[in-house]
Each structure stands twice: as structure tokens, then as C-alpha cells.
């Protein structure tokens, strides 16, 4: 379904649900929405491969007043971000927003020291938007530029001002705005060199990272867009190729992550994490004598203000490295997301009021649960962990975000054919929006009436 406030004016039960969703995104992820409208229109742009009935909504441009509202209910203890969508709401180039300058103003007067962070295209960030952006920090720029030729460009993303938006890195590193490179390699169509040559580009431009996001293919992908047999394999070990070769930290997301040990990413260039000593592919042994539990409750310890001991290891050699990270500082650490510490303890807590648990997972996260479970877990205990394939999006879809009720239904019926009934199920919250729906509107609690068991969300 794709609605949109302004094309359901005259329905005013559509409109109200939209303006809930609007105010949700502020509220919950401090993430303004302005509009889904974008001057290109790329080929990997996810909700070209949607299967039917998928809840999307359109927006047009805010009006002021709406803008205006929804900037009252932002958080100035977090970074306000915009450009990205964490709702059901399409995220679009937020520079196509008429007034765009001037609710950033709006927002800097409002929030003087609140960081901003901006995930744009390019194409609009001419010389005179970049110096009013330097007047309007601490902002971070996501900067989404997928390659560096301009025919490339146009091919992938359709986009006619493809030379413009390649002089936006150039702008960004003169005025000295801090940004982050991203590219959604499809080497396939560009060539492999072009993605090669796109990561040193960023590299030469100053950007303080670099991250590829993996394409997702469903069945519904138009045919002349499916890459060849084969191709993650060959893609991953190209881009562990460019890593090692590249000086600025180059994240691939998803990670692919099979396990918890905390290995270090990346260092960004210049930070105290470079000067302390600490490098790309080393693993966290200790901080501060203790044991991470993960990467992200390594990376979290050392995001706080504090002078740590971490303990190293590099084929083989333990180092002692000392880090200090001051009050507004940032360590300049890079690592992948797996799982936090909290996560596998609210699962363990669920275990004291239900005998047989059966925790369903996204096929990425499942290994990671896995493991995360196995470490926190007592004796006793009996939890199943269950991987939960996407047979709806179908492709390469493996993430918890994309999972719908009649994913999780197939699975659960499988599993009692030759297996004792579970009394609780552990389904991942993030299939779901804050009402419990699936991405079809579907709720949840369908699965409690289906198969009798209770279900939590974590
Ligand atoms: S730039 Fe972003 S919002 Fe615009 S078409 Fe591409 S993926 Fe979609």
C-alpha cells in the first residue's frame, strides 16, 4: 500500500495514521521526516522489489506548520537525524524539500549543540548549501554516492546532474565537513573497477569512512537486475581486498557476521584510537581487565569518556594499548554490529516464567543469538533457536526487519510436526511496528490464536 497525507486529505482516518507515524519517527528514533520525494531513482531503491500488500507510505514535501510541530517533540539529547526512514515512511532526498535550509536553521536555532546527521544523494549540495551547512555544525553527512563516473551514475541511480553530485565530496573536504562515503556495489553492471576506483575516490576526498551496503535481491527483482550465480562470494572477498588496501575504514553492511569476537573494524584516520595504537583487524581481548561481551558492548565501553587499558591480540601477539577518550569525544573506532549484551538477558529473564522456549531468528542473527545465548545461559534451561527464512520476500532477504507473521507461522508449524509444543515464542521486534503489526498490517498476537503458544517481542 502507498498513502500519502496530502493524497488521503479527504480520508481522515489514513491522514491521522500518517501523522501518528510522523510523530512516531520523532519521538521513538529522533528521525525527522520531510519527504519521500527524490530527483533520481535508483535501481537497487528497495521498494521497487516489494512483494504485494507491503506497507509503504508516501510523502510529499511537509508543510511548515507540520515541520514545525514535529521539530518540537525532537530530542536534543540524541542526533537528529534526517534523510533515513527507521518507519513505514519512504525516505527521500531531503534536499528536494523547498525549504530545506531553512529547517536546518529552524532546528541549529532550536537545538544550538544537538549533532545533525543528513544522508543525501549529493546532487543539490552545491557550493553555496555546503558553506551554510559549515555555518549550521556539528552535523555528519551520509553521503551516498554509489560511483564515480558519472555514466555509472546514470546508469544506476538515473541521475542527469551526476557531475554535479560528484564535486559534492570535493566541497564537503574544503569546507572541512565531516562525511561518510556509501556505495551499493552492483559491479555487475558498473564493472569491478569502477567500484575499486569509487572507494579510493572517497579515500582521496576525505571521507572519515566508508560503507558498502550490500544489494538485496527478493523474487520480485526484475529479471535484467538479478546478478549472477555466485556473486556475494565473489563480491565479499573483493571488498576485503579494497579494505585492506584502502586507509579509511570500510564497513560491509550486512556483516555477515558468524560470531561475537570483538574485531576491530576500522580506525578512523587521525583519532585517538589511531594515535593510541589500535588497528584494523586486531580482536579485544580485555578493557580494563574485563572480557567484552561482543563487539557492540566493546564499542560501547570505549564510546564512554575514560582512560582504558585494552588488552589486544594480532596473529598471535597480545599488546597492552592505552586510550583515552575525553567528554564530546569520539574514539574513532570501527566496528560491525552483532548483538548487545542486554538483548541475550532479556531473552534468559523471559525463561523464568515459560519451561520451553523457541526463539525465532533472522537467518543473519540466528548464529549471533546462538552464541549469544550459549554464553549467558544457565543449566536447566530449554531454549530452541530456530532460523526463520524469508519465503515472502524470498532472494537474499535475511534480516529480522523484513520477516512477515506467515514467515514465522510456516516455521513454528514445522517445528511442532516432531517436536513438544513450545509455551512461548520469541519473536524479533524489529518485524514489527510499535502497534505489533508485520509489514502487511498483520498482528502478532495471530500467531498466539494459530498455535496457542504466548509470543513477546524483544
Ligand atoms: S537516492 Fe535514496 S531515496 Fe533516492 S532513489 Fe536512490 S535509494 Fe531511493
Redesign the pocket.
Known sequence: MVSSINSVRKRPMADRLVKQVLFRSVQNYNILPLTSC?N???L??SHRQNPAGIEAYFLPPLDWETVEDLVMFLSPQKKIVIGESATRIM???PFTHPRMMDILRLLRDKFPLTGIQLTT?GTLLDEKKVSLLKSLEPLEINL?LNSCSPGMRQII?HDNLAEEALKAPARLQVAGISYHGSIVPMPWITGWQDLAQTVFFLEEKGARTIRVFLPGFTRYTEEKLQPPPGWEKELLAFLKDLREKCSVPLTIEPPGLLDLKPIITGVIKGSKAEAAGLRRGQMIISINGLTPFSRVEAFRLLSEPGKYEIKVTDGGTEHIIILEVCPGEKSGLVMDYDLPLSLATEILNLTKKAEKVLVLASEWGEPLLREALHKTMRPGIDITIVPVPNRTFGGTIKSAGLLLVEDFLKVIEDYVQDQEKPDLLVLPGLAFDDRGRDLRGRNYQDLVERTGCRAVLV
Open positions: 527524490c533520481v531513482s535508483c537497487f531503491c525516505e527521500g532526498e544523494n551516498s541511480m
